[in-house]
T-cell receptor, first 115, second 112 residues
Framework: AQKVTQAQTEISVVEKEDVTLDCVYE???????LFWYKQPPSGELVFLIR??????QNEISGRYSWNFQKSTSSFNFTITASQVVDSAVYFC????????????FGEGTQLTVNP | DVKVTQSSRYLVKRTGEKVFLECVQD?????MFWYRQDPGLGLRLIYF???????EKGDIPEGYSVSREKKERFSLILESASTNQTSMYLC???????????FGSGTRLTVV
């Protein structure tokens, strides 16, 4: 069965600090997809990234970067030079090819960036 | 602007009431989902549907049912609301692989 673990319940940083959100997953499938979503106080989940299991290249998008390591079953998310607007709940999620398009989410990490 | 619309942002219902949560998408997506979000538990899948009149149980279907009479609409039904169903409910739709998901803004349901 698929499982996603986000061990960090809450993280608090000061603006301009770098912060890494951890995500560890479990799956028996060889083909799967990993996601990160941001949920600001407004409540709507905002898609950030999707990676498939065959693409271990790290990705950078502005201040955001993602480190995918199959060897440790991790898909960590780093925000560089954090800003107050980054304050949100962040979810990591997994979709297995054999489970159709259903997503399994981690518990979420509440990130607070203080001015 | 494509989107998923949930009919109510906030809802307060009494124990024992039958509750309908409505979700409509305008992207012609085949797949639709209902998730429940609780602090410390993340989002958990209640029910999903891959086609009209089709439904599948998710991880926590007890106490819920769904209806999908039209492709664009997926309703979540609480047959007899209970206080432990107080939660945030999120609807989503997606394409088949590689899975472009879109979420609604959520309905915060309080059962008193």
């Amino acid at each position: 069965a698929q499982k996603v673990t986000q061990a960090q319940t809450e993280i608090s940083v000061v603006e301009k600090e770098d912060v890494t959100l951890d995500c560890v997953y479990e799956t028996r499938d060889t083909t799967y997809y990993l996601f990160w979503y941001k949920q600001p106080p407004s409540g709507e989940l905002v898609f950030l990234i999707r990676r498939n299991s065959f693409d271990e290249q790290n990705e950078i998008s502005g201040r955001y970067s993602w480190n995918f390591q199959k060897s440790t079953s991790s898909f960590n998310f780093t925000i560089t030079a954090s800003q107050v607007v980054d304050s949100a709940v962040y979810f990591c999620a997994l979709s297995e090819e054999t489970s159709g398009s259903r997503l399994t989410f981690g518990e979420g990490t509440q990130l607070t960036v203080n001015p | 602007d494509v989107k998923v619309t949930q009919s109510s942002r906030y809802l307060v219902k009494r124990t024992g009431e039958k509750v309908f949560l409505e979700c409509v998408q305008d992207m012609d997506h085949e797949n639709m989902f209902w998730y429940r979000q609780d602090p410390g538990l993340g989002l958990r899948l209640i029910y999903f549907s891959y086609d009209v009149k089709m439904k599948e149980k998710g991880d926590i279907p007890e106490g819920y049912s769904v209806s999908r009479e039209k492709k664009e609409r997926f309703s979540l039904i609480l047959e007899s609301a209970s206080t432990n169903q107080t939660s945030m409910y999120l609807c989503a739709s997606s394409t088949p692989a590689p899975y472009g998901y879109t979420f609604g803004s959520g309905t915060r349901l309080t059962v008193v």
